[in-house]
Each structure stands twice: as structure tokens, then as C-alpha cells.
């Protein structure tokens, strides 16, 4: 395969496997080539037509510049082909099921979309004035109280922008009562699972905890024993994700809260997986202090790519006091903003305005449109899709915790693939030529080479068969050594295998202009 000076396939159209004969344009009918827009954009071109500036005194003196500036300019026609040839190269959950787990990749009703484009809310300003936005706070009001309801929590911080986002903000509220209690020298440490989300430790580290690990058992769940070792008085608090991130529940979470309750110390829950448990468990019921639900992934809006997300996060009781500003509040008949904490003990600020409101468009209409029943029906799918995808390879594929059932996602890991010549990467790879977007790969640790499928509820039983029998297919030509077909895997994909040794050896940091394209000869 030939780079181009960029570090890409220059040639995609190469593979034997597409077998067609080569285009002139390299294009393969709808599956179209697009350069970047750099190599077709043009700095004369715009799209807007503006009258040229006055005349002004620069004082810029030698520091003005001289070059073009080489800003890539498209027409309005060719803007919009651009970015719509790209996107088709773009995996969606709308385009086929999408398995990562621990991450909740599920089905966005199109009324969601509906409602959250209505004026009233998308075109909302976080500085209008506030009685001309009353729908707007009501909904955010709602969705809240709704928050508080689904997790048997006390009160809720709606602005944090992403899960890890709701992790910082709980965990700066557990910080702030522990100040307040005078505890702010002794109590440093964090307590997080082997088995957690990067996002915790990170989050602790951020704001100063340090971190210590606790081993999970070899059931893959955190055993209260193993935490009350952890214990002591200088525990601030534990970070732990339930259901965890090997699809388990973990079954000793009252218990360990209770310890950590009677520590000193406070329980922050991951809530990202909630939608295993939406309608059948309260964290508040199992003593929770903080959790963050990712809004974008159990109440539907489209998300991967860097966002768009929502991480509320829901607080105990004795964390309430500490929420962030702002927060709305209704007063008689009206929805009021507070923006600044009233009582001395809020810990502030964790974003500028008050979070994201389509997102809390969809996820209330989500709500609603499911109610109570329909949401407990979700949670229930989802795991039942998980158990039927775990239960169906679990001959072929090794499951470390395969013997019994699973939560929302399961979890395999790669000694099934021993001696075949085959890695997880390969396996994953070659799903990408069968039209399935890998699943969680590598992660989480405690599995090796883990492979971490979450169906989702959103799936049709004929779409998991369809799936399964995919990966029994690959399973089984694994197994008889067809090693070709993984190797080289993605064949079929826009772009093949990345040289990934090459890629961290001589990064190509900078673009540069290629060479004009030679023209064909009449
Ligand atoms: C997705 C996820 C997070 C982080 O959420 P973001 O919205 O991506 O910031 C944290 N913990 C777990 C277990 C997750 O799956």
C-alpha cells in the first residue's frame, strides 16, 4: 500500500478484494473519494460576497502579513457535497448496530428531534431574560424532578456537560462537605475499582484526591471485604460504577456503602450504565451519594464524535447543600434561575450557563414518550439482548464471566483466540468488512484482549441473529486458521489499516500541500 505525503492510502481503490476494475475518477459508483477540503478548496471562493474593508491604520507594523492566508474557500454547492460525501463514510447508529460497550449507543426517536427544534427551545439564548423563557426552565425543572424520581436522589445539578463532566462536579461537591467538615487535610485519598472507567481515577487526580486502587475479585465484582481494607480515615471517598463495566451488578453495593458511610467517607456512583437498571433500582436506595447519568446515553440523543452530552448528576441528602449554581427553582407559578448560591456552601460554578437544552429536550421527551412502564421495559431489553448475544457465542467465544448472566453488555475476552494467529484488533477489523462497527475493544482491563458488546434495547431480535450468526462466522474461521482474513482486515472499508507502528514512529503532524495532479493526455 502507497501513503500518500499525509500518512494516508493513496490508493483506495487497490484491494484485490473489491475485484472491480479501476474507475478513471477512483471513485466506485456511490462510494465516492474526497480529498481534504485544503487540497480542493480555493482561498478566492467563498460563499459570501462582502463589500471590501475601509481602509484602517494597522499598527501591526512588521508583524503584518504578507503571505495569503490559504484558507480553503468552497462554493456553496461544493461545500455541501463535500461534507455529505464525508458523511457517508460515517458509522451511525442509524446505519446499522452499534456495540460498544459501556457506552450505550442506542436508538434516537425522530420526535426527539422534533421537539428539540422547536423555537422555544432552539433557539432559547442563556442570557434571555428569564420571563421569557419560562417553558424552557419548566422543561429543565421537570427533567430534574424526573432525574430525582428514576434515582431516588435528593436533588440534581443539571448543568455538567458530559459524564465526566457530572463525575468532576460530584466529586467537587464531595469535596466541598468534606471541607466543611473541617476534613480537608486528612481526608485525600480516593478509592477506585481496577476495573473503572479512565474517567474516574482522572477525575479524583483532577481535584487532588489521590488515587488508590482496590482489586476487583476474581468474579469480576468489588467485594466489600476488599474495600473495608481500603478504608481509613483518610478515604474522602470511593468512585465505583454500577452496573460495572464487565456488564455486572455489583451484588455487595449496599454494603459497601454502608462501610463507607460509617468511614467517614462518601459514595460516588458511575451512573453511566443506568440504563440497565432505569425503573428496576433506585442508587439512592443502595446509598449513593453522587451519580452522574449520561444523558446522552440512556435517554437517547445521538452521541460519539465528541458530542454532543449532558452529565447531570444526582446528590444524596447530605451533598445537596454543596450542588452548583445555577439551578432553577419554582417559585409559585414561575421558574426562577438561581445564579448564585444563596447559603455559602455551594461549590460554584462548573460551567458558564445552565447545560445543554436540546439534550434535555430529547431526554424528557424520551421520558415521556415512554413513561415509567416503557423505561423499565427498556432496561429490561437492553439486558435481555445482552444475555442473548452472551448466551449464543459463549460456545465459541470465551466469556471470563460467561457463566452467569450479564447486565446491559458482555463481556469476552481473547484466550479463546490463543494460538490462531488472530487479536482482538484483527477480529474487530474484520467485523468493519462484514458493516458492523467494532465493540469495545481492550477495555476493560481486568479482561484480557476483552471484547465488550452492549446491544442496546433499540435492536431487532432478526438484527441480533443477524449479528450473532456474523460473529460465529468470523468465530469459526478464526478457529480453522483463516488468518488472511483478519490480517489485512479492513479490506472493504474507505480506508484500510492504519500502519500503526509507522503512525507513532514518524507522526506526520503538519499538512503539507501535494503536488498538482498530473492531467490526462488528450
Ligand atoms: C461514558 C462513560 C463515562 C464518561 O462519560 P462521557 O459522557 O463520555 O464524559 C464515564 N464512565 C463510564 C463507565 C462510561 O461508560
Known amino acids: 500500500m502507497s501513503m500518500n505525503t499525509q500518512g494516508r492510502p493513496s490508493t483506495p481503490g487497490e484491494t484485490a478484494s473489491r475485484g472491480a476494475r479501476k474507475t478513471f475518477t477512483g471513485n466506485r459508483a456511490l462510494d465516492m473519494e474526497e480529498p481534504l477540503i485544503f487540497e480542493i478548496g480555493r482561498t478566492e471562493v467563498t460563499g459570501v460576497d462582502l463589500a471590501p474593508p475601509k481602509p484602517v491604520k494597522t499598527r501591526l507594523g512588521a508583524m503584518a502579513r504578507t503571505a495569503p492566508i490559504d484558507l480553503p474557500g468552497l462554493t456553496e454547492p461544493e461545500a455541501m457535497r463535500h461534507y455529505v460525501r464525508l458523511s457517508r463514510n460515517n458509522y451511525a447508529i442509524d446505519a446499522g448496530l452499534y456495540p460498544l460497550g459501556s457506552c450505550t449507543m442506542k436508538h434516537n426517536p425522530r420526535l426527539n428531534e422534533k421537539m428539540a427544534r422547536l423555537p422555544g427551545f432552539g433557539d432559547v439564548h442563556p442570557l434571555q431574560p428569564q420571563a421569557t423563557c419560562q ?19 435528593a436533588s440534581v445539578a443539571m448543568s455538567p456537560r458530559a459524564g465526566a463532566h457530572g463525575e468532576l462536579a460530584g466529586m467537587m461537591a464531595i469535596k466541598a462537605a468534606i471541607a466543611a467538615k473541617g476534613e480537608a487535610a486528612t481526608r485525600t485519598v480516593a478509592l477506585v475499582p481496577d476495573s473503572a472507567h479512565g474517567t474516574n481515577p482522572a477525575t479524583a487526580a483532577l481535584i487532588g484526591f489521590s488515587v488508590k486502587p482496590v482489586p476487583a475479585a476474581e468474579d469480576g465484582t468489588v467485594r466489600a471485604e476488599a474495600v473495608k481494607a481500603a478504608l481509613g480515615p483518610d478515604v474522602a471517598a470511593i468512585m465505583l460504577t454500577n452496573p460495572n463495566t464487565c456488564g455486572l451488578f455489583e451484588p455487595q453495593i449496599v454494603e459497601i456503602a454502608a462501610a463507607v458511610r460509617e468511614a467517614g467517607a462518601y459514595f460516588y456512583c458511575d451512573g453511566a450504565n443506568f440504563n440497565a437498571i432505569v425503573g428496576k433500582t433506585k442508587p439512592g436506595d443502595l446509598g449513593v451519594d453522587a451519580m452522574h447519568i449520561n444523558l446522552h446515553k440512556t435517554f437517547s440523543t445521538p452521541h460519539g464524535g465528541g458530542g454532543p452530552g449532558a452529565g447531570p448528576v444526582v446528590l444524596s441528602k447530605r451533598l445537596a447543600p454543596f450542588a452548583p449554581v445555577p439551578f432553577v ?13 444563596e447559603g455559602a456552601q455551594s461549590l460554584g460554578r462548573v460551567a458558564a450557563f445552565h447545560g445543554q437544552m436540546g ?10 414518550s415512554h413513561g415509567a412502564d416503557g423505561m423499565r421495559q427498556a432496561s429490561e ?34 484466550s479463546w ?60 474461521s478464526a478457529r480453522r486458521g483463516e488468518t488472511e482474513r483478519f490480517a489485512g482486515a479492513p479490506y472493504h ?29 488528450e
Open 135 to 153: 417553558g424552557a426552565l419548566e422543561l429543565i425543572h421537570e427533567l430534574g424532578r424526573w432525574l430525582c424520581e428514576l434515582t431516588g436522589m
Open 329 to 341: 427553582r419554582k417559585e409559585g407559578e414561575r421558574f426562577a434561575l438561581v445564579e448564585h448560591a
Open 359 to 368: 439534550m434535555f429536550v430529547r431526554a424528557f421527551a424520551y421520558m415521556l
Open 381 to 414: 431489553d437492553a439486558v435481555l439482548s445482552a444475555n442473548y448475544i452472551r448466551a449464543s457465542l459463549v460456545d465459541l467465544m470465551s466469556a471470563p464471566f460467561g457463566d452467569r448472566p450479564c447486565m446491559h453488555e458482555a463481556l469476552f475476552d481473547d
Open 417 to 476: 483466540l490463543k494460538g490462531a494467529g488472530v487479536t482482538t484488533l484483527d477480529f474487530a477489523k474484520a467485523m468493519i468488512d462484514e458493516g458492523y462497527h467494532p465493540m469495545t475493544m481492550y477495555f476493560p482491563l481486568v479482561a484480557h484482549g476483552a471484547m465488550l458488546i452492549e446491544p442496546t434495547e433499540s435492536e431487532s431480535k432478526a438484527s441480533l441473529d443477524l449479528f450473532i450468526a456474523t460473529l460465529r462466522d468470523l468465530a469459526m
Open 493 to 521: 472499508a474507505p480506508r484500510r489499516r492504519l500502519d500503526e507502528t509507522r503512525a507513532a514512529r514518524e507522526p506526520v503532524l503538519k499538512w503539507t500541500k501535494p503536488a498538482p495532479r498530473p492531467q490526462a493526455r
